[in-house]
Every structure is written in C-alpha cells, then in structure tokens.
C-alpha cells in the first residue's frame, strides 16, 4: 500500500507571515524524501500540514488518492517521529508502541504480536516494560520511531528525529534508518536543517528557502547542478566559493572573466539566457578549487591568490586564500607546507564552474549531464518489487 | 609558573575553601526565624499539652496527662455530627471544584480563545477577593432561593468561590503538558476522548492532587459562610462548631476545644499523606520530550 503525496499550490499564512509559499511537490510511492533548508524555511510548517497538524490556507494536499486538507490527524493514516520523541512519559515502552495499534481498536493478540515484532526489528525487546524517563536517548529515539513503524501507516513523517542525538549515535541512527526504508520502503518525509543527513539520506532532496521550495532533485543532481545561489551554497560543505564575474567570449566561444583570468565554458556548455549587463555570479566548489602544483596542467586555469587561514583536516586541509578582494577557499594536500601570507596558485577546471545571474540569483548555465540522472534511486525497482 | 596562573590559583584557592565563623548577623537572622517559627509552634503545643492536660487553661504548660477530654469531645453528639457535616461540605466542594476546574482549564490552557490574557487576569483578581465581602448578597440570594441550612447548597458557593484559583492553579499544571503529546496521540489515531483519558488526564493527576487539597483544606477550614449560610445544629461544621466551644456552653473547655481542634486536623493530615506521593516524582514528564 504504498502512496504518493501531492502538495498542490499549498499556501500556509499564519498572519502577516508567510511560513509556506506555493508549494508544488509530489513525494513519490515508496521515497525517501528530505526536506531541508535553515530554520524558519518552513519545512517543519510542510510537514505538519501533512500531518494535519496545521491547515493549509490556500491549495490542496493530498495523500493516495484522498484529498486531506480537511482530514483529521488520526485520520490520514500517517505515523510522525517527533523531534522531541513526544513519548507518553506514564507509559512503558510496551503501552507507548501499543497505543496507535489500541486505538485503532486492535485486539490483545494482535498488539501483543506487533509490539514484539517491532520491538525485534529496532532491538527495544529487553526495555519494554522500562518508562521512557529510564532509557537513553538513543533508545527513546528507537522508541519514537518504533511507534510509527508498528502501525504501518501509507505515510511517515519525521521531524529532525536525530536532532537530539550525540555525533556518533547520529551517524548510526542515520544508517538505521536508511536500512528500515529499505526494508519497509514506505512514503517517507523527513525534514531536517543537517545538509549531510538529507545527502546520505534521501532518495531526493527538496531544498527550502523563505516559505519557497528551491529545488527538488537527487543528492548528486542537487549537488552537481544547483538551481540558483541559495541551493548551490547550502548543500556542499565547505560552502561553494561565490566570486563576481562577466560573460566574455574566448576565441568565440561563451566564456566568464573572474578573478583575472577568462575561462572557457568548456564543450557542450550553454548559456539559458543573457544577464543584466553580463554581469554573473560565478561559483566554484572549494574541491574544485586547488593547488597549482597538485592539478592537471592539461585543461585548468589557475590565478595567484594570498594564503588566509589553513585549517588542517588530516587527510587534506583547507585553505581560505584572498585574490582582488574576494576570497575562496580551496583544498590542499595534507602536509602542503604553504603558510599563511605567502602566495599561492589556485587552479580549476573550467567544466566545473557554476554561473548564477547576479540580480536574480537562478542559474543561467545548462551543462550535459554527466553520469546519467540518477533521479528518485531505487525507488522505480522498489514499486517493480512491490507489484511482483 | 607565569604570573598570571599563580594568581588564578590563589584565586581558586580564595573561592574552594569554605569558612564558616559565627557572625552577628547569622545570629540576628536565626533569633528572627526562630521568633516567627514559635508564634506558629506555640500554638500548636498548647493544642498538644491542652488537649491531654486535666486542668488546662491559656498559657502553654507541661500537662497533668488524663485521657479524661477525649472521653469527654466523644461524648458529645454535637462534636460527631460536625466532623460529618464537614465531611459533606468539603467533599461535595472539593469534587465539585476539581471537575469544574479541570473542564474550565483544559479549553483555557489550549484553544485560542478571545480575550483570554484578560479572562485569566480577571479570574486571579477573583481568587483575591474576600468571601466576607460577598456574603450579605448571598444570604439574601439563598434566603430568594430556599437554599439556606442545607450542606450541599453551601457546598456549592464554597466552590464557587474557590474555582478562581483553582482554575489559575490548575491551567498551569495543563501548561505543564507538552503539547506535542496530544499530537502525537491524535495522529496515532486517538479520538479527543481519548487523548484527554490516556495522555491528558494522567499527566495532570499531580495538578488534580494539588487543586484537590488545596480545596480541601480551605472548605474543611471555611468559618464564615456555613456559619452564615446553616443553622440547625446536625449541619453544623467543625470550625462552627469549635466556635459553639468557646461561646454558648458557658465556661471555655479548654481541654475539649484542644481535642476537638487535634482531631479535626486528623483529616486534613490525613489526605495531604496520601496525596503528596502525587506532587512529585512518581508523576513527571521525564523522557516525553528530549
């Protein structure tokens, strides 16, 4: 019973604020979808009006086939991982992953059978009769997702669930979850401010900004090809250089001057459209961005640049470099040997730049996709599986 | 050792080491507290003494024992009837004033409702109005009525005017409640019923202790509106009825006024005991929320 979610034109105005603005988005049958964008984006707004938590004002959210907006929350067959847990504090684990399935009127058998079940698969079996203010936090989190897995909803909802959780347990609970959708393979929405968690995560990425979704693509795609500014410095970290730059033409050809040099835009490179006086926003990945004497000669430009601050990260280091004014960071070799002050060569592969307009912010460069789009992974072979 | 570490040392050393000297004002501060503790203690002792003392009078002394007041307080029909009559007037009110508090409080705590800053504001001006100020009005009211001399209608203004704070009291303990609970109930597919019976109501039973008790106390201890609002002697309640000690039967008993008062605390003890493992620690929000 796997179903989509179809947000359609969904206005959510709270007063004179607009937490959510024209929201088109489908979440495929059977994806992992991560919503992600900094607080205040209106994410967690997204999520509770599925929910049924809050209603929309203007537009139409519908879950299968069913139009919810005037649905209720124990309706909707939905099942929500709170980012606080939000676990019945007088209850033990057993009557916490009890209560959905009791009050949708299951008998003793059948919960007792499920809570076991469930308890198995997320390893709670020996903490069932424990109250919630006697686990840890990473077993509350088990608890809280264990609540929503037992009632085999068409559709789970997460709100920053590993939020609350230490590094190291974080990068655990990630990978479980990864495994249970796997296994399960339900509708998920899972929102988040943590660029790595929506990266490793999702099956695609709908990047949020101001009430307004940016961009919905694939980890890789998102990563390789940012629709606008906002998307290409908030996924990537360390954040993608932004230098200003103008459209120029090399022996012909469409070609952007920054920094100094002039960079062809490389084979198969085409501009959507012209700006404003030429004028753009170049941007460089830092990974993209090194060491003259570690890059190919063959294909890569490079300029001098005044070495700013090295931060060290073992297996290579970061170097935040100043060239007229503007500064970059770049990656180095581990054991560089550069120090700060001196001068340095900086190079990059033209085929690797991204070009924004500098007044609206959308990209306006469309390269040839390289690798093969990888939109939506796994989810096509995951509804062949279901209907085999 | 730079300069600078010596001195955080000494520093340290200045904060860890704790000293402690009797100083004059220590004195001054515990001759005070000991002063207002004993106008609460004497009292109570003089109860105590008086209560088992042959000859008791006003001032405190070490008792000549006898058992000889309580033969005497057990004796008297009076004295039993007014420990049923204060039973039936505070249980009738506190259950009257829990319940409607609770119903009032929940809508108060979590519905957007117009003006509510305003209405909270003018129920806690409420709770600080004396009942001496309203009890004229009333009278005549329940004289209008027909209500006069019955426990359950003086009940009910005793819950009328304990409600105020109560729902103040009340509300805050709902506050208490996160939010979110519900809405993990509703969306786990629990009616509204529900949620208030399973998740609301027994996260609230400290709130509901308190407010109880509370109510308790003050109705069990109410003077001036049964003495006003009841006259027969069967529905007297004991503050009135310790009144009739000191006033109608002649001579002051001290002995008996001490055992009447000594017993007709015993309740009050009583259900603050069996409450108070409510207040806290078996009943916390541990683990609901982070």
Redesign the interface.
């Given at each position: 019973m796997l179903s989509e979610v179809r947000f359609d034109g969904v206005y959510k105005i709270f007063g004179a604020e607009t937490a959510v603005e024209d929201l088109n988005l489908t979440v495929n049958a059977g994806e992992f979808l991560v919503v992600v964008g900094p607080s205040g984006c209106g994410k967690t707004t997204t999520l509770r009006m599925l929910?049924?938590?809050e209603r929309p004002s203007y537009g139409r959210i519908t879950i299968g086939e069913k139009l919810v907006n005037n649905v209720?929350?124990?309706?909707?067959d939905?099942?929500?991982v709170?980012q606080?847990?939000?676990?019945?504090?007088?209850m033990n684990v057993y009557d916490n992953l009890a209560?959905?399935l009791r009050?949708?009127g299951a008998s003793g058998a059948v919960v007792d059978q499920r809570v076991k079940e469930t308890a198995d698969v997320l390893g709670l079996g020996h903490l069932l009769k424990r109250?919630?203010?006697?686990?840890s936090g990473g077993q509350?989190q088990r608890v809280a997702l264990g609540?929503a897995l037992i009632?085999q909803p068409q559709v789970f909802?997460m709100d920053e669930p590993l939020s609350?959780l230490d590094a190291g347990l974080r990068v655990q609970m990630r990978a479980e979850l990864s495994r249970l959708h796997q296994r399960f393979r339900v509708t998920t929405m899972y929102v988040t401010h943590d660029q790595v968690e929506a990266m490793t995560m999702g099956d695609r990425i709908a990047v949020m900004n101001t009430g307004r979704l940016q961009q919905v693509d694939a980890p890789e795609t998102l990563y390789d090809s940012p629709a606008n500014i906002f998307v290409a410095g908030f996924i990537g970290s360390p954040r993608m250089n932004f230098v200003p730059g103008r459209l120029a033409t090399a022996q012909g050809k469409p070609a952007v001057e920054f920094l100094g040099v002039k960079a062809p835009l490389g084979a198969g490179a085409r501009l959507t459209r012209d700006t404003d006086g030429g004028e753009v926003m170049v941007g460089i990945r830092p990974e993209d961005l090194v060491w003259r004497q570690v890059a190919p000669a063959e294909g890569t430009i490079a300029f001098p640049a005044d070495v700013d601050v090295i931060e060290p990260m073992g297996h290579e280091a970061y170097v935040t470099a100043v060239c007229a004014g503007e500064t970059v960071t770049s990656r180095f070799p581990p054991r560089s040997g550069v120090r700060t002050r001196e001068r340095v060569e900086l190079a990059f592969d033209p085929a690797r730049l991204h070009l924004f307009d500098a007044n609206l912010g959308d990209t306006i460069l469309q390269r040839p996709v390289a690798g093969g789009a990888e939109a939506a992974r796994s989810v096509r072979e995951a509804r062949m599986d279901e209907s085999a | 050792m730079s300069a600078v570490a010596a001195r955080r040392m000494t520093d340290k050393s200045l904060i860890v080491v704790p000293y402690r000297r009797v100083s004059i004002s220590a004195l001054a501060t515990n001759g005070v507290l000991i002063l207002l503790g004993s106008f609460f203690v004497l009292p109570l002792l003089w109860m105590l003494f008086a209560s088992v003392d042959s000859n008791p009078d006003w001032a405190v002394k070490l008792p000549s024992l006898t058992l000889a007041n309580f033969a005497d307080v057990l004796d008297r029909p009076d004295a039993i009837t007014s420990f049923r009559s204060s039973l039936i007037l505070a249980g009738t009110t506190t259950v009257l004033t829990t319940v409607l508090a609770l119903l009032a409080a929940y809508p108060l705590s979590r519905m957007h409702i117009p003006f509510r800053r305003s209405f909270m504001l003018a129920i806690l001006f409420a709770s600080g109005l004396p009942v001496s100020m309203l009890v004229v009005p009333v009278y005549q009211m329940y004289v209008y009525f027909g209500w006069l001399d019955s426990l359950y209608t003086t009940a009910l203004f005793l819950a009328a005017s304990s409600l105020p704070f109560a729902i103040w009291l009340m509300k805050n303990f709902i506050d208490a409640v996160?939010l979110?609970?519900e809405?993990?109930?509703?969306?786990?597919?629990?009616?509204t019923l529900?949620i208030l019976r399973?998740?609301v109501l027994?996260?609230t039973v400290p709130g509901i202790a308190v407010t109880a008790i509370y109510t308790f106390i003050n109705a069990w201890g109410a003077f001036i509106i049964p003495f006003v609002l009841t006259y027969s002697p069967e529905n007297q309640p004991g503050p009135v009825e310790i009144y009739n000690f000191m006033g109608s039967h002649g001579l002051f008993k001290f002995g008996d006024l001490a055992v009447f008062s000594l017993l007709f605390s015993i309740p009050v003890i009583v259900l603050y005991l069996v409450m108070s493992r409510y207040f806290s620690g078996a009943?916390?929000?541990?683990?609901?929320?982070?």
């Open positions: 929910a049924g938590l209720s929350p124990r309706f909707r939905v099942a929500m709170f606080s847990y939000a676990l019945y504090p007088h209560f959905g009050a949708h109250k919630p203010s006697e686990l509350r609540r009632r909802l609350n | 996160p979110e609970l809405h993990a109930a509703a969306i786990d597919g629990a009616s529900r399973q998740v027994p996260l009943f916390n929000f541990g683990g609901a929320v982070k």
